[in-house]
């Protein structure tokens, strides 16, 4: 049932950046390019999720559990730290240069095209490299 | 056409939304793309099986959408496809992985994991994490397209 659970919300997340167009760098970057031709299509796109997210989270956040584990687990952290800021100011960057994000990269793997493909061997390299300077904080 | 987009993104937005709220409510989990495909790369335990699921589910939303010719695409200038193509070289690529990686590594999150269920957490490491990105983002374009004149 957990599997089937993970392949389900997978399977709705790859649809959703699919017909979202999100698994289209020329959208991203059309949004990013904000002293260019902008292209709010990814305003429309996190606005649905933020917003469908909130109410969705706190009708299951009324039950004591979640169905088919024990607890919610949730990231209880509020301070910012520069570990924090500085990963997601060389993630801006690395998305900026591509526009990939993790999701639309991965998704896109049908598809595969050779700077795709170069990007994810990279994109795992970096997170080895991400959990070993973790590891020694 | 521009309108037909937005719905478009809208109505994506919302699976997206539906995907976080199954996965909280069924499993307890944040649907943080870099969290579960790092995890399921270099964990081991029973957090294993529901990942390869959600890698197999990521994967196969947009290729059966593309095998079913249902044209429900939202690629710029290409109402057939379903895949935009990549926005630079390999070398370029090679580059942005790797800080995408250590990025989201080192800041525990990324577009869906900050973006999308921080938000929706109303997280304060979050909302700041998403400012920096997207703002960074944009810089990077900037410099890119309008100082350098490249084709990122």
Known sequence: MKA????????????????????????VIGFLDVAGDWDP??????????????????????????LFESRFQLPTRRDLDTRLLGGAALFGIGWGLS??????AVASLSGLSWPLA???VTLIAGWWLARRMNSRH | MESMSALQGLLGGVLIGLSATLLMGLLGRVAGISGILSGLVFERGGDRPWRVAFLL?????????????????????DSGAMIGAPASGLTTMLVAGLLVGLGTGLGS???????V???????????AATLV???VAMLTVFVARHLLGGSA
């Open chain 1, 4 to 27: 089937l659970a993970g392949y389900l919300a997978g399977l709705l997340f790859g649809l959703g950046l699919a017909i979202s167009g999100m698994t289209d760098p020329a959208r």
């Open chain 1, 41 to 66: 299509t990814l305003v429309f796109v996190l606005g649905g999720a933020v917003v469908t997210t909130f109410i969705g989270y706190r009708l299951v956040w009324r039950h004591q559990t979640p």
């Open chain 1, 99 to 104: 526009g990939y994000c993790p999701g639309p």
């Open chain 1, 118 to 120: 170069a990007f994810i």
């Open chain 2, 57 to 77: 589910g990521l994967v196969s939303g947009p290729g059966l959408l593309m095998l079913s010719g249902l044209g429900w695409g939202n690629v710029a200038g």
């Open chain 2, 109 to 115: 999150g990324c577009t869906s994991g900050h973006g």
């Open chain 2, 117 to 127: 269920c921080g938000l929706a957490r109303l997280s304060p490491r979050s909302m």
């Open chain 2, 133 to 135: 990105f997207v703002l």
